[in-house]
């Protein structure tokens, strides 16, 4: 397995696509992701193939990783990217629950798949080029807090991290939540 082992390095690739963009307090992948290899294999099977025993299997693996970090605050709350209502109903289930669900267990923290939605439908970002991929997402996500949700530090999960336009689109609508802070896994990013 390609394994990025960012979760060692505090500058590693995956923070550097947020400099100057979104304040991320840490960011890392787990895997490498390359056209016609293993990880694009089994994110597709985990994505369009129902397999999400896959997420679950990453999700353990990858938390162990992870305790290993030293944050200035621990984690609070796993966050999916979330699917809109109508891709929901497409495809059934939302790729990243059972990764995200794992991560949460592993850290003993609660996982929220309501506080963050899709307001905008859109087609499939993978099947885009790079220019695609950032253009319109500004305004596609939002929150739904209260006060409990206040001065939290939301661990933000997503499947592969390109350019990093969906990662920060979401982490843009957690900052509207007061004192709330953001960092971000992701099974793979493109290498």
């Not at 397995?1 to 590693?12: A, E, I, S």
């Not at 991320?24 to 994110?43: M, P, S």
């Not at 162990?64 to 289930?93: C, N, Q, S, W």
């Not at 939301?154 to 609508?173: N, P």
């Amino acid at each position: 397995m390609p394994l990025t082992q960012y979760h060692l390095d505090p500058k590693n690739e995956a923070k550097k696509k947020f400099y100057g963009k979104v304040d991320i307090q840490f960011a890392a992948a787990f895997l490498y992701f390359n056209k016609k290899g293993i990880v694009q294999e089994l994110i597709h099977n985990l994505k369009y193939k129902g397999h999400q025993e896959i997420g679950t299997a990453l999700g353990n693996w990858y938390v162990e990783d992870l305790k290993e970090i030293v944050l200035d605050t621990p984690f609070d709350a796993v966050i999916p990217v979330p699917l809109h209502k109508r891709k929901f109903k497409e495809r059934g289930y939302n790729q990243i629950t059972t990764f995200g669900k794992a991560i949460a267990e592993g850290f003993n923290i609660s996982f929220n798949e309501n506080l963050l939605f899709r307001k905008v439908y859109s087609k499939t970002q993978s099947k885009k080029n790079l220019l695609g991929r950032s253009e319109n997402i500004e305004n596609i996500f939002d929150v739904e807090f209260t006060e409990i949700d206040h001065n939290k530090h939301f661990l933000l999960v997503d499947d592969v991290l390109t350019t990093g336009a969906t990662i920060e689109a979401c982490s843009r609508a957690l900052l509207k939540i007061p004192g709330a802070k953001i960092s971000t896994v992701c099974i793979a990013m493109a290498h």
